[in-house]
């Protein structure tokens, strides 16, 4: 009877103290991980959530940058931290259904398994881009200029297996044009080179800087990969618009952690989320292009384990399974 008194108070005073842990959940700066370089959709997102969030506990969030991978460095390591509530990541299409779809068993992480995923913050399409030089004022253009010229016109994205180069090769297998990929360590420097006329052509998520380079006529938006336009660029078509009949690719932020992270502090961190995205932040994101779109931890994981089947057959497509 002893032993069975002290087994039951123990599991009354864990039960306490995690209920205690996640009512002050934060009492120190959390880190919010990046997986890609600054000034991209993926980074200026977890900017705008780190500083909504930082408001709302009254501490810092610190958003720290580890590139490498196409965002897969900044994966491990969140997977490997200690599971307190403290690592978070911005997870995105490219970290949490591509990777896991091109490299599957050779991750050195469960892209599921090791992780919670207390909400989505909402979806973006990509936005594909020129020079204002360039010849072609429309996709429809673009694609009859590129058929003309095999595997002479260029596109610059974020990286190798990114959501954004994945985009553009389904673009090819539906079209049939053999344009060349020149991967970035970052969707900013892709730009970049696509204001200065570098490369022809440049795709990235909307968010952030392409949208603002759009708007101040540095590149020309040849269409958005979504199946609606952008209320952001309402007169830029979207590529089934332009003859792409059937397309549609949607990219999607949220926030992730370890999957042992204990369940109070978990619930407070989804009605956290939830919180913010429902202020003045879900304003300033759906301004960048960000369709908010909060979600249960149940919806959010069962999104990913679809999204993680569609790239698989993009990945196949495009010949891009191998080595991480």
């Not at 460095?73 to 969140?78: D, G, P, S």
């Not at 970035?184 to 795709?203: N, P, Q, R, T």
């Not at 392409?210 to 938006?221: F, T």
């Amino acid at each position: 009877m002893k032993a069975a008194l002290k087994v039951l108070a123990v599991a009354a005073l864990c039960g306490f103290s995690a209920a205690t842990l996640a009512q002050n959940y934060p009492v120190k700066p959390v880190r919010l991980m990046v997986g890609v370089a600054p000034g991209g959709g993926v980074d200026t997102t977890a900017r705008m959530l780190g500083q909504a969030l930082g408001e709302l506990w009254g501490t810092q969030v610190i958003v720290e940058n580890r590139t490498g991978a196409v965002g897969m460095v900044a994966t491990e390591f969140t997977a490997k931290a200690p599971p307190d509530g403290y690592t978070l990541i911005l997870c995105n299409i490219a970290t949490h259904a591509i990777i896991p779809a091109r490299f599957g068993a050779k991750v050195p992480y469960d892209s599921i398994g090791d992780f919670a995923f207390p909400s989505m913050i909402g979806g973006v399409p990509n936005l594909f881009m020129v020079h204002p030089s360039f010849p072609a004022t429309t996709l429809k253009q673009y694609i009859a200029y590129a058929k003309a010229r095999p595997g002479k016109v260029n596109f610059g994205s974020s990286g190798v297996g990114g959501s954004p180069h994945l985009s553009i090769e389904l673009l090819k297998t539906m079209t049939g044009i053999n344009i060349v990929h020149v991967p970035y360590k970052g969707a900013s420097l892709a730009l970049a080179d696509a204001i200065s006329g570098h490369i022809e052509s440049s795709v990235g998520n909307l968010a952030g800087a392409p949208l603002a380079a759009v708007k101040s006529g540095r590149v020309r938006a040849l269409g958005v990969t979504s199946a609606r336009r952008s209320p952001q660029l309402p007169d830029v078509p979207t590529f089934a618009e332009t003859g792409v009949a059937g397309y549609d690719v949607s990219g999607w932020y949220g926030v992730c952690t370890q999957s042992k992270v204990p369940q109070p502090i978990l619930t407070k961190l989804t009605a956290d989320l939830h919180k913010v995205l429902g202020g003045p932040l879900k304003q300033r994101l759906e301004d960048q292009g960000v369709s908010v779109a909060p979600t249960t931890p149940e919806q959010f994981i069962a999104y990913v384990r679809l999204e993680i089947e569609k790239w698989k057959k993009v990945v196949i497509a495009a010949k891009l399974q191998g080595d991480p």
